[in-house]
């Protein structure tokens, strides 16, 4: 365990001196401030205008860290062939992964954190209410977040980097999409269409079961048994996605 630790302790200096975090970050602030602007071009409801854009803003530059900084993980080490250096300690592939995932996980809950902080301020400075649908809104955000660092990390152990940013992104489309591909599966007269799309609707996780934003904007309290589950579903379908890039990173020739 106290390798794991180390290893992503380093990671998340690492990623703390990566521009491109502070870069995302001021995005965020700056995305958010905009929705304060267009809250005041707008005569109504301009409390949900703020809470769609601040919420919609964590969410995505959080999948933006999440996805392009989780296919570097593996692959800018093996580039650098700093992974050489590092397997030759008494470490093993396994503890890497791992120590890389929990370091990019804890990078990724400071950003959520600095952003959540930036969001209550903002709704306090337009008298918006608080509600519990909001901060389940935000957990159910991370999950997702963790979800997507899994999928980058499992394609980045075999794949190239550009190979792994497509398929990452195209699981975290069809990963929003999985309903309507069911329903395009059922209507199409083609076997073969229905057979591509029944496959990626049961292979692909379901991040559409993840997204509660709009209860949250329409102040809509979420109940918590639909909260637990998605997040078991969440964090069971990302530990399996580790579980196989530990599997596949095992047995890779350096």
């Avoid at 001196?17 to 995302?24: A, P, S, V």
């Avoid at 999440?66 to 992974?83: D, N, P, Q, S, Y």
């Avoid at 591509?196 to 934003?213: A, E, G, H, I």
Wanted: charged share 10%.
């Amino acid at each position: 365990m106290r390798r794991i630790t180390v290893i992503a302790l380093n990671t998340f200096r690492e990623n703390l001196r990566d521009k491109i975090l502070y870069n995302l970050l001021f995005f965020a602030l700056l995305l958010m401030g905009g929705s304060v602007l267009l809250a005041d071009l707008t005569i109504m409801e301009h409390r949900r205008i703020v809470t769609d854009m601040g919420l919609a803003t964590m969410n995505l530059v959080g999948v933006i860290i999440a996805a392009f900084v989780g296919i570097g993980l593996v692959g800018k080490e093996i580039e650098r062939r700093t992974v050489y250096t590092i397997l030759a300690r008494p470490i093993t592939r396994t503890q890497f992964i791992i120590g890389k995932y929990l370091g990019l996980v804890l990078t990724l809950l400071v950003n959520v954190t600095v952003m959540l902080a930036v969001f209550i301020v903002t709704l306090w400075m337009y008298r918006t209410p608080f509600h519990a649908a909001l901060f389940q809104a935000v957990g159910l955000i991370f999950i997702e977040l963790l979800l997507v660092t899994a999928i980058a990390l499992f394609f980045s152990t075999f794949s190239t980097t550009t190979l792994s940013a497509i398929m990452t992104l195209g699981f975290y489309v069809i990963g929003h999409l999985t309903t309507d591909l069911k329903g395009l599966g059922e209507n199409s007269q083609n076997a073969a269409v229905q057979s591509v799309v029944t496959w990626l609707y049961y292979l692909c996780p379901n991040l559409d079961v993840l997204n509660v934003k709009g209860q949250a904007s329409a102040n809509g309290i979420v109940d918590m048994s639909y909260v637990a589950v998605a997040s078991m579903y969440g964090l069971l379908y990302a530990a399996l996605l580790l579980t196989a890039a530990c599997a596949v990173f095992r047995h890779r020739d350096f």
